[in-house]
């Protein structure tokens, strides 16, 4: 409802637009007023009744003032009705007027079409009667025709249920084989009856696929997996291969193929599920294929690679006084002390249910001991490229049956530098076990061939060459998209100076409560000194990086472990391959200088299907991540803050040009 209200004293009346809330309370107003109306009338009506009636003039004169009184109520009913009238009409022009606002802002409604209901007499009518059966002929000919045998019996019509075509087409056999018998006069072999019956069953248990009723690839048992389903199952979990003769991916651990000891061991270790790359990868192994895995950070790697080992050793002879001297059979390699012993741990959970020996040999340790373990005999060897090519030197080991090997982290060897010592490992063991480079040759099933796993989060040039050289036939796995973070993992990027990076670090540590943090740093002595100043404001903080002793590294990540410590301060030491469980926050307190880094970094948090917080400090000194971060912020739905989305090296990929047109200083160079 509105009204008309004058501004300012002129003609420029503008509607007045009241409230709900106003309108219930003038119609209140109304009606109360009504409502005293006519008890004033009522009472009226009492008064005049209770006066004594007179004779003469006074009954006349009291008539003419009934009269009176009877015209003025008509008067005043005629008046509210007026009222109540042109009230009506003010409420349509005001709802008029509404509705000409609405159209000119939010466009004319279409107007419903008019659905013209059939009449009764018009109404279809679907039932038949016996005379207006056209399906037989009457003529005796046509009586019963000749229906033809598709492909002999084994075709199908469309449209029609294949079930009672396979019946008829049974039916149609033995019909036409017992005419042929009675012409030629020849009984029935029982072999010929023992056939014909079995089709017979083959028709009555045969069934179609039915897309409505099909179950889900989870309730079907392995057997009746269809290729469609197989391809669901990939792309509920992501799985994708690239390679020649792959195996079905497993469900469970029960379709495995693994031995009942390990099956046993996977039990007691409280492995309920695979994850995808163990789904994908094991089968691989089992068959000793080469395999490339790429897969997120944290998503069990180690254990796709672990269990398909133990299984090849555990059908080996066992390491005995005579066999001990020719070294390991499998070698797997790392490329931090960290993530060498941690393999280590993982490894000895499965293999001391099977009798299976495991040493490793990493720096900072004595290089005489480890020898000596390896001479005593050991079937696993984990070790770093550096130290691991040293006790080859130095002839405290060899690998002359060594046929199974693992290089984790692989492009993360690569970029440390460990190219060469990881080529000395390869070429130290026999060449003769290598699979022949032609795909379609047939292996010899009594050699013993080398099987090559190599994993990693991305597959830089350098690693797809040492692939090339080393691998044969490789089968390259891949979980979701290399290279990318898990979805798990929160990411939070703060532009900021360089001097404001500490007060925000405590603000951080301080939400943290009873939970733990990482917090990286580019070098060993901005972390000893980070870590310091954390250390004088009471936080529980311990450090991590190369310049440590193998001992006080080892040391530190027990403490941080055990929730001794809450805040780790560390280099990119632990960046790649470290399992801390239940991290929930990792802080870039300086950006690392390349995006590979970063995905490492922060994919110590989010682990084994856990969510995680990674938050990032950047200044204008990181320009050349710029871009490669900006791609990845938004490849994972997290925001872009607004001064890395405006700047100009967040645009183009560091080494490009971007399109531009000269300008009038540009040096322009004729033919």
């Not at 897969?295 to 059908?315: D, H, N, W």
């Amino acid at each position: 409802m509105n009204r008309l209200v004058d501004e300012g004293g002129s003609n420029n009346k503008k509607p007045l637009f009241l409230t709900k809330a106003q309108r219930e309370q003038l119609a209140l107003e109304r009606r109360q007023e009504q409502i005293a109306q006519q008890k004033r009338r009522q009472e009226q009506q009492q008064q005049l009744l209770s006066q004594p009636q007179t004779h003469g003039r006074n009954s006349s004169d009291s008539r003419d003032r009934e009269r009176e009184r009877h015209r003025r109520e008509r008067e005043e009913e005629a008046k509210a009705r007026e009222r109540a009238r042109l009230e009506k009409l003010a409420e349509r022009e005001r709802e008029r007027e509404l509705e000409l606002i609405k159209e000119q802002y939010l466009g004319s409604k279409k107007p419903k079409k008019r659905v013209i209901k059939p009449s009764e007499k018009f109404r279809f009518s679907f039932d038949w009667e016996n005379t207006e059966d056209t399906s037989r002929d009457m003529n005796a000919l046509y009586q019963n025709p000749h229906e033809a045998q598709l492909l002999f019996g084994r075709g199908f019509r469309a449209g029609m249920d294949r079930r009672e075509q396979k019946k008829l087409a049974a039916k149609n056999e033995k019909e036409m084989r017992e005419e042929i018998r009675k012409k030629e006069g020849v009984e029935e072999k029982p072999e010929e009856a023992a056939a014909l019956k079995l089709k017979e069953e083959a028709a009555d248990l045969y069934d179609t696929f039915d897309m409505r009723v099909d179950r889900h690839w989870s309730e079907k048992k392995l057997e009746e997996m269809t290729e469609r389903d197989w391809r669901i199952f990939r792309e509920d979990f992501n799985i994708s291969y690239k390679g020649s003769k792959i195996p079905r991916p497993m469900r469970n651990w029960a379709e495995g193929k693994l031995t009942p000891e390990l099956l046993r061991a996977v039990e007691r270790v409280g492995y309920k599920n695979p994850s995808p790359i163990q789904m994908a990868a094991i089968p691989l192994g089992l068959q000793q294929r080469d395999v490339i895995g790429i897969a997120e950070t944290g998503s069990g790697k180690t254990a796709a690679f672990v269990l398909p080992m133990l299984t090849y050793i555990s059908r080996l002879p066992p390491i005995s006084e005579e066999n001990e001297a020719e070294g390991p059979y499998a070698v797997v390699m790392a490329p931090t002390r960290e993530l060498a012993q941690q393999i280590e741990e993982e490894t000895v959970k499965f293999a001391h249910y099977l009798g299976i020996k495991v040493v490793s040999i990493v720096g900072g340790q004595s290089i005489e001991e480890q020898g000596f373990r390896i001479r005593q005999g050991c079937e696993v060897v984990i070790a770093t490229p550096g130290r691991l090519i040293d006790c080859l030197e130095r002839r405290y080991a060899v690998l002359n049956q060594c046929n199974y090997v693992v290089l984790d982290e692989a492009d993360r060897m690569i970029d440390m530098g460990f190219e060469p010592q990881v080529v000395g490992v390869l070429d130290a063991m026999p060449s003769s076990n290598l699979k022949p480079e032609n795909e379609d040759e047939e292996l010899d099933e009594k050699r013993i061939y080398r099987t090559t796993y190599m994993f990693s989060a991305t597959m830089p040039p350098a690693v797809e060459r040492l692939a090339r050289k080393y691998l044969r036939n490789p089968v390259v796995v891949t979980i979701g998209t290399a290279g990318k973070a898990t979805e798990l993992i929160s990411q939070h990027v703060v532009m900021m100076k360089e001097s404001e990076k500490f007060s925000r670090l405590q603000r951080l540590l301080d939400e943290l409560g009873d939970k733990t943090a990482i917090v990286f740093v580019n070098t060993k002595k901005n972390a000893d000194m980070v870590a310091k100043n954390l250390d004088k404001l009471g936080y529980r903080v311990t450090t991590l990086h190369g310049g440590k002793s193998q001992e006080q590294r080892e040391i530190s990540l027990e403490g941080f472990r055990t929730k001794r410590y809450n805040v780790l301060v560390a280099t990119d030491v632990a960046g790649r391959g470290i399992d801390i469980p239940d991290v929930a926050h990792v802080i870039n307190y300086d950006m690392p200088g390349n995006i590979e880094m970063y995905t490492h970094r922060i994919g110590r948090t989010g682990r084994a299907g856990k969510t995680g917080v990674a938050t990032t400090f950047l200044t204008f000194h990181d320009t050349d991540v710029f871009y490669d971060l900006k791609q990845m912020l938004i490849q994972s739905n997290s925001p872009v803050p607004p001064e890395l989305a405006k700047h100009e090296a967040s645009k183009f990929k560091p080494g490009t040009i971007p399109d531009r047109p000269p300008r009038r200083n540009d040096t322009v160079f004729a033919h």
